[in-house]
């Protein structure tokens, strides 16, 4: 059994682990893998990367701090989390190490998520088994042009075969296929991606491309706020069977052709943290007190009339 896991910054705070305070609670408890050294993979973004020189303690721009799973296990009884979301990086022994780790978490019945790289469909049954309901799955590269360029070690249609098992294992909608916008793809690989993973009956988490010092891509700048915006209307829109309305310009986005009324309908859920149910992602991307990519919570109305205002 692991003694030691990693607990997000704001999660470690929900659970009374640190004492400071918190800008909005997270309503899943978000948990990562420990281990001493890097991941075995390389992927150019990463901060847990093989070849990145950036701090161990993070992931995106969340700080990870590693505590004693005993503390965390009573931490998890007091932070009223509505799930568990398990981060893995690749080591030896990874796998072993969920099941420990899900075994332990079982008695708090609380529906865990896990992301995790290709694992086989008998792994993802025990994963099942153990209480597990969403897989997350990290594609991240939202072009296969660019894919083995910055994730050398795995393959794209070895992440999309995973997804379709997933789907296979734990039913539609239960694979999140994670897509990070800003890694060099255009917005038609982004939005061929959503239809994708749509049609093989997998939903999807969109992020924005941090740069974290220490890493390949640390010099790479993050996507606009606008260009960020179109994407996610472009998912609703996919989701929705509306993608004829997505008007290009070569292989950006240009517009969107839509009527009046199908305006008046568009959710103001459409900018917020997609993921499992009970997610809110609270600042992953997002510095605070600034306009978020993607709201914890439903953004007030006029930032979401502003916000829509800003694309179409
Ligand atoms: S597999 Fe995951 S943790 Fe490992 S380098 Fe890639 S993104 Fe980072």
């Not at 989701?239 to 009324?261: C, H, N, P, Q």
């Not at 600042?283 to 800003?310: M, S, V």
Request: proline share 6%; charged share 30%.
């Amino acid at each position: 059994m692991p003694e030691t896991i990693r607990v997000s910054y704001g999660t470690a705070i929900a659970m009374g682990l640190i004492r400071a305070k918190l800008l909005a609670r997270p309503t899943t408890a978000y948990l990562m893998t420990y281990w001493p050294g890097r991941c075995s993979n390389d992927c150019a973004f990463c901060a847990q990367a093989r070849s990145s020189r950036a701090d161990l303690e993070k992931l995106s721009r969340v700080v990870w701090p590693a505590f004693r799973l005993e503390e965390v296990l009573e931490g998890l009884k007091e932070g009223n989390f509505a799930r568990i979301c398990l981060q893995t990086i690749d080591y030896p022994g990874m796998v072993e190490d969920v099941f420990d780790l899900l075994e332990a978490f079982s008695d708090l019945k609380l529906p865990a998520s896990v992301s995790i790289t290709p694992v086989d469909s008998e792994t993802l049954e025990r994963f099942k088994e153990l209480g597990v309901d969403y897989i997350g799955v990290g594609l991240d590269v939202a072009s296969e042009r660019l894919f083995k360029e910055i994730k050398p070690d795995l393959s794209w249609e070895e992440v999309w075969d995973f997804a379709e098992r997933v789907v296979d294992v734990f039913g539609h909608g239960k694979a999140l296929i994670h897509v990070i916008v800003g890694l060099g793809e255009t917005d038609r690989e982004l939005v061929d991606t959503v239809i994708r993973a749509r049609e093989l009956g997998a939903d999807l988490s969109l992020f924005a491309f941090t740069p974290i010092k220490g890493t390949r891509l640390e010099n790479m700048e993050p996507p606009s706020l606008e260009r960020y915006r179109r994407i996610q209307l472009a998912e609703y829109l996919v989701s929705t069977g509306k993608e004829d309305a997505i008007v290009f310009d070569g292989d950006s986005i240009k517009g969107f052709r839509l009527l009046e009324d199908e305006v008046a309908k568009i959710p103001p859920t459409v900018f917020m943290t997609h993921g499992c149910p009970g997610c809110n992602r609270p600042y992953y991307n997002e510095r605070p007190g600034k306009e978020p990519y993607n709201y914890p919570f439903p953004p007030r109305r006029e930032d979401f009339e502003k916000a829509l205002k800003f694309i179409l």
